[in-house]
């Protein structure tokens, strides 16, 4: 496993947000192939994307991590807001996705492991602590296990000022899985703020959740 970090910069040739006609394809072809490991029928749009990337910071050296960024459609409007100073981690588990992802965002240090595997990750990569966690993985498809040990793990990843963002289908709030799901962030989380973007196929719910608490703040 090595981390791609060639340049600074994303391709010129790239709208931040915009997904082409050919990541499309590669996304409906990996969510066809492994629909248990992706966590939407198509990638998310420039709506879902613009908003999502507001959490990153414009100031200092953020670490920004994406746990399951696909084709990248979230990654070019996170590029767009993170300073040069700033260092961006993805960690996929489609083989394919990752060697799309080192081939068309080569600032991000795209890794392929499983996001229960967050720490060690961030421990091979020298990274302490996190100021964003993106997570687009399929939350509502995960078994209860994993679910509350990939959360555990962002929580603890988290700067105290640390922010975690989710994107779920909007029905899926109204599962057992996505109530179970809603619980735990607002017992782990300071403040939990929840968004609606409509303009995307099917509308998706975003969770924003900022200040991770303690164990005795819980």
């Given at each position: 496993m090595t981390a791609q970090h060639h340049g600074r910069h994303s391709p010129t040739h790239r709208t931040p947000g915009r997904t082409t006609l050919a990541e499309y394809r590669r996304f409906l072809r990996t969510a066809l192939r492994?629909?248990?490991?992706?966590?939407?029928?198509?990638?998310?749009s420039q709506a879902v994307s613009r908003t999502v990337a507001q959490v990153v910071p414009r100031t200092g050296s953020p670490v920004v991590v994406e746990l399951g960024p696909g084709t990248g459609s979230l990654s070019g409007a996170i590029h767009h807001r993170l300073p040069e100073s700033g260092r961006h981690v993805g960690i996929e588990l489609d083989e394919g996705l990752v060697r799309h992802l080192r081939a068309n965002y080569p600032r991000m240090e795209t890794i392929h492991a499983d996001a229960r595997d967050l720490r060690g990750v961030l421990d091979r990569l020298g990274v302490g602590a996190v100021d964003v966690i993106v997570t687009s993985i399929p939350w509502a498809l995960l078994p209860e296990d994993a679910q509350e040990d990939i959360l555990r793990q962002c929580h603890e990843a988290l700067t105290p000022a640390g922010?975690?963002?989710?994107?779920?289908y909007l029905p899926m709030q109204h599962t057992p899985?996505?109530?179970?799901?809603?619980?735990?962030?607002?017992?782990?989380?300071?403040?939990?703020?929840?968004?609606a973007t409509w303009r995307n196929l099917p509308p998706i719910l975003h969770y924003t959740c900022r200040r991770p608490l303690q164990a005795t703040e819980q």
């Open positions: 492994s629909p248990a490991t992706v966590g939407a029928a198509t990638p998310t922010v975690f963002t989710a994107l779920t899985t996505g109530r179970r799901f809603g619980t735990r962030l607002h017992s782990g989380f300071d403040e939990v703020l929840i968004h």
